[in-house]
């Protein structure tokens, strides 16, 4: 049976509104129910994570041009206008008659009247060129980003606060990129020469990251899915973001090394320190959700690691099993994942600045007890993907204050290194390097 791609992203659409559900998980749960053509499961997609990308922009046409209360507007209507005026405006290659035509029959089947409220809404859009005069840039600087970028006007002014207005600007408009696939090769199993070459055979287009020579962006696939890239099942290769990478080619991983992964679910990091060891030495994986280990262990699995085994554990919790013994500790904090909006927009929307302090104490405690596994001479690696020096250097700076033992490693010539979309083409992401001292 044809799907209707259009009809299956409002359903997501509403769901996410009324379930109050991450938008990648309802997308994924949704799309592996059906057989769906690749063209259709790809216009879903980009209808979906566009509207959320734009929500408040979009919102802020609907307002603009509906002589009706916005609150008393249907909510699955709200979501059919959405779709529509992200077609208009984003989506060049859909006919602007095939737009309008598809709402009105979405509107349609809720009701009559609904149908023609939609037609008169986004054919008032196209009269008018498809512009609506936005606020005042010069006058309303905060309301104007707030609108044309859709975060939230606290976020806005946070970021400006941060980096100042100009940078935050270009740090809004990169995250509502869609991110390249990135790869990193399991060196372990082939040659990066070796995989490269059999990329290039099955006609996929790639880049070699600066930042981590295993890393490769996927520029185009060729048609091909994740699953039928040359290499997958012989676990040649890992889905992994660039600024993740990270983490484990600057911790100095050496053969032998004993590492514990403190926050370690999905297992990007712990999978690619396994590989590094060159099935020497041993991973400790852990993570406080059951459920989430199995997303390790399927990954170890896949990529044919002998030398990680997962665990489950609380962060929190200090094991004195193991205090003073490791070579290297990662500490993938949890955090409030400001730097991961262009993959879950929804993050935008569902953060306060309360729940973004509300972190900070969680943090400062795993970094605490997960340093006291570090041995003499060994290395605690602190991570986050958010973009807020209050969970990032100001966490690591009041370690260092309350821990003397410990000492800041440089990295590329910098104390810290923070990784932004709109310079690095990666997630948003923070890295500290620290050092135990071998004696006081």
């Given at each position: 049976m044809k799907i209707n791609a259009r009809k299956l992203s409002l359903r997501i659409l509403d769901e996410i509104e009324q379930m109050h559900e991450f938008s990648h998980v309802v997308v994924g749960k949704t799309l592996n129910q059906y057989d769906i053509e690749p063209s259709d499961r790809r216009l879903t997609s980009q209808l979906v994570f566009g509207v959320l990308e734009n929500k408040l922009l979009l919102d802020y046409y609907i307002r603009k041009l509906s002589a009706q209360r916005f609150s008393r507007i249907d909510r699955s209507v709200v979501n059919i206008l959405r779709m529509g005026f992200y077609q208009l405006q984003f989506m060049d290659r859909i006919p602007e008659s095939a737009t309008v035509n598809e709402s009105v029959?979405?509107?349609?089947?809720?009701?009559?009247?609904?149908?023609?409220?939609?037609?008169?809404?986004?054919?008032?859009?196209?009269?008018?060129?498809?512009k609506v005069e936005l606020p005042n840039r010069k006058q309303h600087p905060i309301t104007y980003m707030s609108i044309m970028y859709s975060f939230p006007e606290w976020l806005v002014e946070f970021w400006i606060e941060q980096y100042g207005i100009l940078f935050a600007e270009k740090l809004m408009?990169?995250?509502?990129?869609?991110?390249?696939?990135?790869?990193?090769?399991?060196?372990?199993?082939?040659?990066?020469?070796?995989?490269?070459?059999?990329?290039?055979?099955?006609?996929?287009?790639?880049?070699?990251?600066?930042?981590?020579?295993?890393?490769?962006?996927?520029?185009?696939?060729?048609?091909?899915?994740?699953?039928?890239?040359p290499g997958f099942d012989e676990g040649e290769f890992a889905i992994q973001d660039i600024s993740s990478m990270c983490v484990g080619k600057l911790a100095g991983v050496k053969e032998g090394d004993h590492i514990l992964d403190v926050c370690a679910a999905p297992g990007g990091k712990a999978t690619h320190v396994a590989t590094l060891l060159n099935?020497?030495?041993?991973?400790?994986?852990?993570?406080?959700?059951?459920?989430?280990?199995?997303?390790?262990?399927?990954?170890?699995?896949?990529?044919?690691?002998n030398n990680l085994v997962v665990e489950q554990y609380d962060a929190m919790s200090l094991d004195e099993t193991i205090i003073d013994k490791m070579d290297i500790v990662l500490v993938d904090a949890p955090c409030s994942g400001l730097g991961i909006i262009r993959r879950k927009p929804d993050i935008k929307y569902n953060k306060t600045l309360e729940s973004l302090n509300e972190l900070i104490p969680i943090q400062n405690e795993i970094l605490a007890v997960s340093s006291k596994y570090v041995k003499p001479g060994g290395t605690l690696m602190y991570s986050t993907c958010t973009l807020n020096s209050h969970e990032n250097q100001e966490v690591v700076d009041n370690f260092l204050a309350l821990n003397p033992e410990f000492e800041l490693e440089n990295i590329l010539g910098q104390n810290y290194?923070?990784?932004?979309?709109?310079?690095?083409?990666?997630?948003?992401?923070?890295?500290?390097?620290?050092?135990?001292?071998?004696?006081?």
């Open positions: 029959k979405l509107a349609k089947s809720i009701s009559q009247a609904n149908g023609s409220f939609v037609n008169g809404i986004l054919r008032n859009f196209i009269r008018n060129g498809k408009y990169s995250s509502n990129k869609t991110p390249k696939l990135s790869l990193r090769i399991n060196t372990s199993r082939v040659t990066i020469d070796d995989f490269k070459h059999s990329l290039i055979e099955a006609g996929v287009e790639f880049s070699t990251s600066e930042l981590v020579e295993e890393g490769l962006l996927i520029e185009s696939l060729n048609g091909l899915s994740v699953r039928q890239i099935q020497t030495g041993k991973v400790i994986a852990r993570d406080l959700h059951v459920d989430k280990l199995s997303l390790i262990e399927e990954n170890a699995t896949r990529l044919k690691l290194l923070t990784l932004f979309p709109s310079v690095n083409q990666t997630d948003g992401f923070f890295i500290a390097k620290l050092r135990r001292k071998m004696t006081l």
